[in-house]
């Protein structure tokens, strides 16, 4: 729209806008702001003080009505309204980053697929390592059992050395006894 245009028609405050649209003043500045983040080109007179034309009023009336829905947050709905907005609205640099509702959309879907397999990831992990504290388990026992196996093997092996030790000796003494 061109600025002649916009002369010619009648410019609202933010107090007339709110009034119009049934909300605060401060959402309407709210709004207004994330718009022109967003790039929206929102008129300012010298003092600063913001001026809404008829589109203005429009957009601002779809971004009340979007929001409205329980799925969709307000940077969605700004992203879904600068979308559809004319471009001769917007600065160059601004609508070469702009981000539609349906990338928003896929970027959502995007995130929620990661969550899943993250959470699927997560119990992966937790039974894994429950798996490997059993394997570890199971290997300690095994190998307490060998080694009380051979303490229990070298002991049967040192009695009987100690037994034919006596015996030896016993015998040696029973020859002695003869000599």
Do not use: C
């Not at 010619?8 to 207004?32: D, H, M, P």
């Not at 967003?38 to 009340?64: C, M, P, S, T, W």
């Not at 970027?107 to 699927?120: I, M, P, R, S, V």
């Amino acid at each position: 729209m061109s600025d002649d245009s916009q002369k010619q028609e009648k410019v609202y405050t933010a107090k007339e806008v709110s009034t119009l649209l049934g909300i605060q003043n401060t959402t309407v500045r709210k709004y207004a702001q994330m718009l022109e983040k967003a790039g929206y080109h929102i008129h300012k007179n010298e003092l600063g003080h913001r001026g809404f034309f008829n589109n203005d009023v429009i957009v601002l009336r779809q971004i009340r009505e979007l929001i409205k829905h329980p799925d969709m947050s307000l940077d969605q709905a700004i992203n879904v309204v600068i979308s559809t907005v004319d471009t001769g609205d917007m600065s160059d640099r601004d609508t070469r980053n702009l981000v539609t509702y349906q990338e928003t959309q896929q970027y959502d879907q995007l995130l929620t697929k990661f969550e899943d397999f993250k959470e699927e990831q997560m119990k992966f992990n937790q039974e894994l390592l429950k798996q490997i504290q059993q394997r570890d388990e199971y290997i300690s026992k095994k190998l307490e059992n060998r080694d009380r196996e051979l303490l229990d093997a070298v002991r049967g092996m040192q009695e009987t050395q100690k037994l034919i030790a006596a015996s030896e000796e016993k015998k040696k003494k029973w020859w002695e006894f003869w000599k």
